[in-house]
């Protein structure tokens, strides 16, 4: 099985190289730091399974899962982060990922995960997958929130940017200060890689953010 591992730490990045190759039959055939990366090197390389980070600069790992699968649909994506939480999860599984697994997993884990997206098979850890039944069991009425790369508070800003809001009105409206408010709106930029504030408000409107009562 060749693996390609992608996390934009590199002292995690090369551990968890390290520990894929002791694993047999497995092999890994190159390493990316960043979603774009990624995608580019997958292409490339086509390997049978990408190891994900979902939380880098650039593009983030839901938008290169959703990229990698899209142009190489061979290619098996394997989620393996730190955010746990029901949006992040099924914002993976729609663009595509095949599991999802949280850091901290041990060796044996990750080599079950690995096999088990190669062979088509959807593999969630423990945790995960409890909340996914449960989810499913109650019919998955629960709504998720868009883009769940953001924090509650910078959702909730990029509302108020969609709502025409400006800068200092939002900073009144939550009792934050500006430059607080303008460090959100950098962020929230970046993590959904728009180049202004009129692209930002279009992809909002479009998930559905900045309608109904303020």
Do not use: C
Request: without cysteine; aromatic residues 4%.
């Amino acid at each position: 099985m060749r693996v390609l591992v992608v996390d934009d730490h590199p002292l995690f990045r090369e551990g968890l190289t390290i520990a894929i190759e002791t694993m047999p039959d497995v092999e890994v055939v190159g390493e990316a730091g960043d979603g774009d990366e990624a995608a580019r090197v997958t292409g490339r390389l086509l390997p049978d399974v990408v190891v994900m980070d979902l939380h880098m600069p650039g593009a983030n790992g839901i938008d290169a899962t959703r990229r990698i699968v899209t142009e190489n649909p061979g290619v098996a994506v394997l989620v393996l982060t730190m955010l746990d939480g029901d949006d992040s999860v099924f914002a993976a599984m729609r663009a595509g990922a095949r599991g999802y697994l949280l850091k901290g997993a041990d060796r044996q884990e990750i080599a079950r995960a690995l096999r088990a997206v190669a062979a088509g098979e959807v593999v969630f850890s423990a945790a995960i997958a409890s909340r996914v039944l449960a989810w499913f069991a109650s019919g998955g009425r629960a709504p998720l929130a868009p883009f769940p790369e953001l924090t509650d508070r910078e959702r909730e800003i990029l509302d108020l940017v969609a709502r025409g809001l400006t800068n200092p009105a939002i900073a009144r409206r939550l009792h934050l200060s500006d430059k607080t408010i303008r460090n959100h709106v950098s962020n929230v930029f970046t993590k959904l890689q728009v180049a202004d504030r009129a692209e930002a408000v279009a992809r909002a409107r479009d998930a559905g953010l900045g309608t109904g009562p303020l």
